[in-house]
């Protein structure tokens, strides 16, 4: 029996594997016709190496990637740990929890919150502006033309990324409830802390 | 309500009465399970009376302390979705319906009052409500009721405050400062108090006759009022938005006639 070859990995700036094999596109008789009634011919570049691959402008070039990476393995284990973490909150009294009491009502959330979290959803900071956030990114979308609008979606992508680290950072700083507050200005790692000691009882 | 330290016995009666009129449980935290005693005001304790002893000698003085019941209130205005209003009789009430569990009172309430149910899964705040209930039955808030010394009296505020006044005019230098607490601080509030030591030293703040939520109200009543803040951004960035997507809209033409190729978004 032939075997058949393993896929590669492709190179980037290919819209698909026929352009990486020098080879034509299997496009159907209407699009041929729709490309020939168009001065830009399928399948070449636009002036920034964009690959047309339709009619379509299409704003980003298009990666023929794997989608399920050992990374995105890594990183779908450790959001489905802080969903576990999130819902064993929910079933959970908040006290012990969180490490919070009337005297410290808020602890390190509000704090961390309207400080970090607004800043890092909100302000139009150049990390916002390079990794995006769903705030800061419907502005950039609705206020400004073309050029960004190519990046909106990444953006909403990894601001979906960063509420998830976030999630992860609160779950993390359970476990230390001296943080954030004044008579404990170091971070103390509780091992006694009911995060942990729901966890180890699993 | 007026308090007056001279007076009080700290015989704690007013602690059971109130627990029972508010179906509270006992804290029995520090006695293991024996009899209810609180160390302070808490998700069980509406209402405490706590001891101060000066640091050298025999002095010392008891404090009831409760909901303020301020006349205008921080917790009310610090409140995000109403659940804590001024009632009729100037009782500051919880509404169980309304409350997210934000906390935002206890962090407003320059008096430490509202505590939150840490330990509940479905945690309530838990304050006093001056008996709510028993006012509208034409009933004294159970504290008041069961006082054997009177060093607690119930009454309106006009009243009250007359009364605190004569008994500090009758006995110059009897009470500290020779006035009543809570007739000017934090715009003022419905409980008073009357003390031989100072105030700061039973735990009541000092604190200037501005009400700390008209900090916040006299911003806010100029942005929001009829919603006029909002509407005016809201239109803006309509304009804005509205401008560029024309403007958008042109380029992607042109481009589209240059070239051939539709915006894909």
């Known amino acids: 029996m032939r075997r058949r070859a393993l896929p590669t990995r492709k190179k980037r700036g290919f819209a698909n594997s026929y352009e990486q094999r020098n080879m034509s596109s299997p496009i159907t008789t209407s699009q041929v016709s729709r490309a020939q009634a168009r001065p830009v011919q399928v399948g070449t570049r636009d002036a920034a190496g964009s690959t047309l691959i339709n009619h379509w402008q299409r704003g980003v070039p298009v990666y023929r990637e794997p989608v399920v990476t050992p990374l995105l393995i890594f990183f779908g284990a450790l959001a489905a740990l802080g969903l576990v973490l999130a819902a064993m909150r929910f079933f959970s009294p908040l006290g012990p929890f969180s490490g919070m009491n009337d005297a410290y009502a808020w602890g390190i959330w509000k704090t961390f919150n309207v400080m970090t979290l607004t800043a890092l959803g909100s302000a139009r900071s150049r990390w916002a502006w390079r990794h995006g956030s769903s705030t800061g990114g419907s502005c950039t979308w609705s206020c400004e033309p073309l050029w960004y609008r190519a990046f909106f979606f990444t953006r909403l992508a ?24 004044p008579n404990r200005r170091c971070l103390r790692f509780d091992m006694h802390a009911t995060v942990l000691r729901r966890l180890s009882a699993f | ?108 309430c320059p008096f430490d009052v509202p505590k939150f149910e840490w330990d509940k899964w479905n945690p309530k705040i838990v304050k006093c409500e001056f008996c709510y209930d028993r006012l509208q039955k034409n009933e004294q808030p159970a504290c008041t009721a069961v006082c054997p010394t009177g060093a607690v009296i119930f009454g309106k505020r006009t009243d009250l405050l007359a009364k605190g006044k004569e008994r500090v005019a009758a006995a110059p230098g009897k009470y500290f400062e020779n006035r009543v607490y809570g007739e000017h601080e934090a715009g003022g509030t419905q409980v008073l108090y009357l003390s031989n030591v100072a105030f700061s030293k039973i735990g009541l703040p000092t604190l200037g006759s501005t009400s700390l939520g008209h900090y916040a109200t006299k911003v806010t009543a100029v942005i929001y009022k009829w919603l006029s803040g909002p509407i005016l951004v809201a239109g803006l960035l309509g304009v804005v938005i509205k401008k560029n997507w024309n403007r958008h809209e042109a380029e992607s033409a042109a481009h589209e006639k240059e070239t051939g190729l539709r915006e894909q978004l």
């Not at chain 2, 015989?11 to 009465?17: G, I, N, S, T, V």
């Open chain 1, 158 to 181: 990894s601001s979906l990324s960063a509420s998830m680290w976030a999630a992860h950072g609160i779950s993390i700083a359970s476990c230390c409830p001296g943080a954030g507050m």
């Open chain 2, 1 to 108: 309500m007026l308090y007056d330290n001279t007076i009080c016995t700290g015989c704690k009666a007013c602690m059971p009465a109130c627990n029972e009129a508010n179906g509270l449980p006992p804290d029995t935290l520090q006695t293991g399970g024996l009899w209810d005693m609180p160390a302070d005001l808490n998700s069980k304790t509406k209402n405490i009376i706590k001891l101060y002893k000066e640091p050298e000698g025999p002095g010392f003085a008891y404090v009831k302390r409760q909901c303020m019941h301020c006349l205008d209130p921080a917790c009310v205005t610090g409140c995000p979705f109403g659940s804590l209003k001024k009632s009729d009789f100037g009782a500051v009430t919880w509404n169980s319906s309304l409350c997210i569990g934000c906390r935002y009172c206890e962090v407003a």
